[in-house]
């Protein structure tokens, strides 16, 4: 196969798939993962694909913002895992904040029903899913409800977040890397992210690892920021301890 076919093909796959990565691609087509670098540099110089750590997405796709429903359905069984593993950290008679995300929607979820915690979040479908719960005290933040993820932002949201002092935030993201942070496609859930960052004495990420490496429009943070990141067995090792080398500790679920 002569590169163009082949760089040809590779944007058919990234379009379909939504991400492409070096390595999938190499066994794909039998080549070097330097030839597929190659590839990707001339896709990306071409503009018809942008380049992340690992491998590259479709352009537009760093302001695309899937429903929940088709969130939700994406890494479902690593979700469920990242939720589990995430149950070790609520603290016993403690206060959270649970941040809206489809894997921290899990976490809610999974909560025990005899569960004894103060609970704040502004995402609905965390709300549902913990209102009939005898032993939260679950507080529902408001605000503009975006369509898209169910979650309240805007003044309302930020006002509320900049009273509280949690013992810890459960945070989601669309994207992650140890180069341009904790990213979103949206600057309003943008803003209510930091808020809630702020508002913790501890921050635990919870995102699967196909979000390693991606980047979205709106950046809310750093992984300097977060004290604990939960994903799941797709973040290579060699991954997982560049991210701890920055402070903050990895489990993979």
Do not use: C
């Not at 991606?214 to 990141?229: C, K, N, P, S, Y």
């Amino acid at each position: 196969m002569y590169a163009p076919e082949r760089q040809q093909e590779i944007l058919r796959i990234a379009q379909e798939s939504g991400r492409v990565d070096v390595l999938s691609l190499a066994e794909e087509f039998q080549v070097t993962a330097e030839t597929v670098r190659r590839d990707l540099k001339a896709l990306d110089r071409a503009g018809l694909l942008r380049r992340v750590h690992g491998g590259a997405i479709p352009v537009g796709r760093l302001d695309f913002e899937p429903d929940l429903a088709e969130r939700d359905a994406v890494a479902a069984d690593e979700k469920d895992r990242i939720a589990q593993a995430a149950l070790a950290e609520l603290p016993a008679d403690g206060n959270v904040i649970v941040d809206a995300g489809t894997t921290t929607a899990r976490l809610a979820a999974a909560v025990p029903v005899d569960a004894a915690l103060t609970v704040v979040t502004h995402a609905l479908p965390v709300a549902a899913r913990l209102a009939d719960h005898p032993g939260i005290a679950l507080h529902l933040v408001g605000g503009r409800v975006r369509h898209r993820t169910r979650a309240a932002v805007d003044a309302w949201a930020l006002g509320s977040y900049a009273e509280i002092n949690a013992d810890v935030v459960f945070l989601a993201t669309n994207g992650f890397s140890t180069d341009s942070g904790l990213t979103t496609p949206d600057l309003a859930e943008a803003a209510v992210k930091r808020a809630v960052i702020r508002a913790a004495r501890r921050v635990v990420l919870l995102a699967d690892s196909g979000k390693f490496g991606q980047e979205h429009f709106a950046r809310f943070g750093d992984l300097t920021d977060v004290d604990l990141l939960i994903t799941d067995t797709g973040l290579s090792p060699d991954d997982a301890r560049s991210i701890e080398s920055r402070g903050t500790e990895v489990v993979r679920a």
